[in-house]
């Protein structure tokens, strides 16, 4: 059995849903309120991801507001992935994207990166199409995914195709200080 524990980061402008998403994700639960983050919070996921390999997620939720941005680099360092997310009904969010990332590479170097485009259920409200979310995350040499904080869909299966993808990263990385 292999267990690894890991770190991923959660950006994206504020009111986007990261909170939402993580607490879909970990507790099954939705809240209509909306609570700024304040600097960031973090909560636990241990994962089965099949039978010979679990993994613990620490899942940072860093505040999306303009006013954090000074310290959002520090939280950055020794992540293990990130999730850009942007809300499919604010465009805004989508444009911001580019910012994000460059901020997050910088400080994190290459891990494994998704761009979640979320809010679908809210169809008739839409700004960002499904090729605009895939063609960014193309850009970012990422894969995209449409989620629901509110009723959950897609959320389960993009964050297990990150857990994979920090699996194969986390390998590789070792396979290659081990031949060198």
């Known amino acids: 059995m292999v267990h690894y524990t890991t770190k991923v ?5 504020g009111g986007v849903g990261k909170t939402s998403l993580i607490r879909r994700y970990v507790e099954q639960t939705f809240s209509h309120n909306y609570i700024t983050t304040v600097g960031s919070n973090f909560l636990l996921k241990k994962v089965q991801l099949d039978k010979n390999t679990r993994m613990t997620m620490q899942l940072w939720d860093i505040s999306g507001q303009d ?7 520090q939280y950055y360092l020794h992540s293990h992935g990130g999730i850009l997310v942007f809300d499919l ?3 805004s969010t989508f444009t911001e994207l580019n910012k994000w990332h460059t901020d997050f590479i910088k400080k994190a170097g290459k891990v494994p990166l998704l761009v979640f ?18 063609a960014i995350a193309n850009e970012f040499d990422s894969s995209y995914f449409e989620t629901s904080a509110l009723n959950g869909t ?9 857990a994979w993808k920090i699996v194969d990263d986390l390998n590789r990385k070792r396979r290659t200080l081990t031949y060198r």
């Open 9 to 13: 980061v959660m950006l994206g402008e």
């Open 67 to 73: 006013s954090f941005r000074t310290i959002r680099a």
């Open 89 to 91: 009904t604010r465009k």
């Open 117 to 134: 485009g979320n809010k679908m259920d809210l169809i008739n409200q839409r700004e960002t199409s499904s090729q605009e979310g895939s």
């Open 154 to 162: 897609g959320v389960e299966d993009a964050f297990h195709s990150l």
